[in-house]
């Protein structure tokens, strides 16, 4: 059975940092395509990274390119979302996923996500 459960969301001004981590279990593979998406109040779900699982290529939405980035820890299927520069509407429930990256992503599983918030 497939299980992925995040950490370290929180309250953070804006222009801060917050780190997420992702620990996935359940998989036949030690390094499964890992991601976030996440979804805000009255929104839509949106894609924010992927990495994937045979050579390390790292996929971000245009909106965190740049502040944003995916990684993943020595621990098997482990993956973290180092966030940095964070604004308002980066306010959002951040889920951890399995996803893959064809023109955009695509998620699968998902666990039950953290709450960031970021304002002052």
């Known amino acids: 059975q497939v299980q992925l459960v995040e950490s370290g969301g929180g309250l953070v001004q804006p222009g801060g940092s917050l780190r997420l981590s992702c620990a996935a279990s359940?998989?036949?593979?030690?390094?499964?395509?890992l991601g976030w998406f996440r979804q805000a109040p009255g929104k839509e779900r949106e894609g924010v990274s992927c990495?994937?699982?045979?050579?390390?290529?790292?996929y971000y939405a245009e909106s965190v390119k740049g502040r944003f980035t995916i990684s993943r820890g020595n621990a098997k299927n482990t993956v973290y979302l180092q966030m940095n520069s964070l604004k308002p509407e980066d306010t959002a429930v951040y889920y951890c996923?399995?996803?893959?990256?064809?023109?955009?992503?695509?998620?699968?599983?998902w666990g039950q996500g953290t709450q960031v918030t970021v304002s002052s």
């Open positions: 996923a399995t996803c893959n990256y064809y023109s955009d992503f695509i998620f699968g599983d």
């Open positions: 990495i994937s699982s045979s050579d390390g290529r790292t």
């Open positions: 359940g998989f036949t593979s030690d390094y499964y395509p």
